[in-house]
């Protein structure tokens, strides 16, 4: 809940510092510079984190199959279900209710204003996609290879470093969103436009992520309560394992752990590729709880600065439940 808390104040105060300065939007253009090479530094540390983790690097391949096919398909049902929604609330891919006259097919039938904002984010989606497959193969061979030679006795100093370091670029990050939302200026307009119904998304998501567990669970070596736990989840994890090994299930323990990395890896990884093919909004929902943080910035590159609100909402609420719904899963 801290760390809740500390996210949403920085995000609050880069907002506020974004909104004194509107009138200066023209000379801070650097600033997305500066979140690009902030976002790659990032990714990589993380990557370096996983690499040098031998709990990580010795369950790939005895658990690490089963993570990943549940991981793709509560990330597949997660998509779906907004996707849907997104259709019945009568909501356009780029996030923008549908008006009469315009239907956002196509760069030919959307505003002007959205076909140039199109073009640069789908520009800047590539590169960016590009640069974090990158910086996570070297921050993942740096941490195999390195650090875990480096470290070969004080892993756990290494792990508390990197802990913070993420935790700092984090912070510096969602400064940058905030400073964004606040330079933009339209996040309170979009969210009176949309009101209550930013909250259908993150509801969504659970119903879609416990449907892809449920539909999956079949296939695995685990039973139903684990693969519900697993997906209760969402993607923290640093939580949902430890609650599941405490309830006895110490296999659905190891594959939560590896689940809830691979599902915030795979949508560091997908979430430029998810806003140009599918939707905008869609893209709040693939990270599970980490869209209110580690992935919040790669959405808001991928999609605009607006769109940042659904993927925090929905991030926060998803944190919220994970202490609620995984204990009562296993209980």
Known sequence: MGDLILYLGITAVGY????????????????????TVAITLLVLLMGMRMGSNAEITQNLRTIGFSALIMTLFIMAFSVVAIFLTRKLMKIDKYGKLKTPGIEAKDNKEIPDSLQSEG???????NIMTILIIVAVIVGMTIGYFVIRKIFVENMADFD?????????????????????????????ENFKTVGFRILVFPIVVVIGTLAGA??????????????????????????????????????????SFLHNVMRELLSILLIPLVAKKIGYIETTGMPGAAAMDVCLPIVEKSTRSDIAVYSFVSGLVLSILVPILVPLIVG
């Open 119 to 125: 073009e640069e984010e789908k520009k800047g989606g």
């Open 16 to 35: 506020l510092i974004g909104s004194k300065i509107r009138g200066q939007k023209d000379k801070l253009s650097w600033t997305g510079k500066v979140q």
């Open 214 to 255: 449920a539909v999956i669970s079949p296939f695995l070596d685990l039973s139903l309560k684990e693969c519900l736990a697993i997906g209760g989840g969402f993607g923290w994890y640093t939580l949902a394992p430890g609650i599941i090994m405490e309830a006895g299930y110490l296999t659905a323990s190891a594959v």
């Open 160 to 188: 508390s470093v990197a802990g913070l370091g993420i935790k700092i670029g984090l912070c510096l990050l969602l400064i940058f969103v905030g400073l964004d939302l606040g330079l933009d200026g339209t996040v309170i």
